[in-house]
Structure formats: structure tokens, C-alpha cells
């Protein structure tokens, strides 16, 4: 199993540009997520989804879309890049059932710069 | 107010000595769950250790170990024996029950960042 796999590893967006950041997982995972980490701090949730054609807003939405047509993809769409987005994004998925006992597996994330 | 607080932005350790990193956290929820995560320089985010609010134990997985102090609301972590590659960026996160059954995601704290000394 690969896990959770995002792609691009790297990006530079120019301000105004639009992205679609990739998320795959291979577990069957129910449950995937989309968070930022700024630097020198933890991670902020932006979306989650509990399942195919359901998504939600985390702490920080705004800026951000997603879509959720599998139970396998959970892409990341930036439209009209600020610098405000440059951050590290990382992608996880965990299965559901367990309550709040859910361990979340993490991609290796995308390091996205906004100039 | 922070939901999650770690107090200790770096910490120098001797090798083979034991460190604990700090972590309390801020719920009305009767159902939690805490989770540790290693980040090291990397990048990538790797699971220690779990903490559940109705666990009677302190969990514990190999050297590490977490301090959980439900009434201080406290989960420390403990690494026992330390070693060099214990260098990195530790995060304290938790996920309330809530109305969502768990499937909201983390929240994270803003990390410990760990270096450990020959």
C-alpha cells in the first residue's frame, strides 16, 4: 500500500494563479482531511469529508475548495493565490468507525510558495 | 482561547536521558482523544502515541509512554532513553467527540522542537 500520496511535492504559484493540490489514499479510508502548517506551527484544519460527495469546513476554509467525487481522491483547489497561502499542506485519511480513537495517516505534504 | 498549549518551544536533552514534553489542553467534551505526532526535519507527520479520555491506563508504545492527568488536563509525553533520532518537532493534538462521532480532525498545538545532544 502506498498510503497516502499528494502530489505536487513543490509548487510556486504567482498572486492571482489557481491550483489543484492532489490527495490519493489506497486504505479504504472513509475520512480524509486537508490541513496547512505555517511555519513554526502546528497544523490547521481547512476541510474534512466524511465520504464520497461530503465535505465540510475545518478552522480555516476560506480561499479553499474541495470536492469529493471517490472514496480514494480529496483534491485541494486554490483560486486566486495570496501570499497568505504559502504554507505546507498535508493531506490525511482515517477510517471510520472508531470514534474518536481515529488515527489519521498523513502524506508526505506539498510545500507551496505565493509570490 | 487555545485548545491546545505546549509550553516548551525547544528543548536541548542529553542522549540516553529521559525528556517529557509538556501538553494540556481545553474541553468541555467528555469524549476526547490525544494524540502525539513526530515531525521530523523531513517533513513528514509520524503517530507516537494515543490517549483516550475513558482509558483508565496511561498509554504507553515502547519508550514512549504519555502522563495523562485528566483533572489538570495534561497529556505529557514521555520518552524514555533518548536517542538521536528523537530530534525533531513533537505535536500534541486532540479530536472531541462532539456531535460529529469523530470524524472532525485534529487540533494541533504549536509543537515542541526537540534536540537531542551527543
Known amino acids: 500500500n502506498a498510503g497516502v500520496t499528494q502530489t505536487p511535492k513543490f509548487r510556486i504559484l504567482k498572486i492571482g494563479q489557481s491550483m489543484t493540490l492532489q490527495c490519493t489514499q489506497d486504505m479504504n479510508h472513509n475520512y480524509m482531511y486537508w490541513y496547512r502548517q505555517d511555519p513554526g506551527m502546528g497544523l490547521k484544519l481547512i476541510y474534512y469529508s466524511v465520504g464520497a460527495g461530503i465535505t465540510d469546513k475545518g478552522e480555516v476554509p476560506n480561499g479553499y475548495n474541495v470536492s469529493r467525487s471517490t472514496t480514494e481522491d480529496f483534491p485541494l483547489r486554490l483560486e486566486l493565490a495570496a501570499p497568505s497561502q504559502t504554507s505546507v499542506y498535508f493531506c490525511a485519511s482515517s477510517h471510520q468507525g472508531a470514534g474518536v480513537y481515529n488515527e489519521q495517516f498523513f502524506g508526505p505534504g506539498t510545500r507551496l510558495t505565493v509570490l | ?118
Open chain 2, 1 to 118: 482561547a487555545q485548545k491546545i498549549t505546549q509550553t516548551q518551544p525547544g528543548m536541548f536533552v542529553q542522549e540516553k536521558e529521559a525528556v517529557t514534553l509538556d501538553c494540556t489542553y481545553d474541553t468541555s467534551d467528555p469524549s476526547y482523544g490525544l494524540f502525539w505526532y513526530k515531525q521530523p526535519s523531513s517533513g513528514e507527520m509520524i503517530f507516537l502515541i494515543y490517549q483516550g479520555s475513558y482509558d483508565q491506563q496511561n498509554a504507553t508504545e515502547g519508550r514512549y509512554s504519555l502522563n495523562f492527568q485528566k483533572a489538570r488536563k495534561s497529556a505529557n509525553l514521555v520518552i524514555s532513553a533518548s536517542q538521536l533520532g528523537d530530534s525533531a518537532m513533537y505535536f500534541c493534538a486532540m479530536r472531541e467527540g462532539g456531535s460529529g462521532g469523530g470524524a472532525d480532525g485534529l487540533t494541533f498545538g504549536k509543537g515542541t522542537h526537540l534536540i537531542i545532544q551527543p
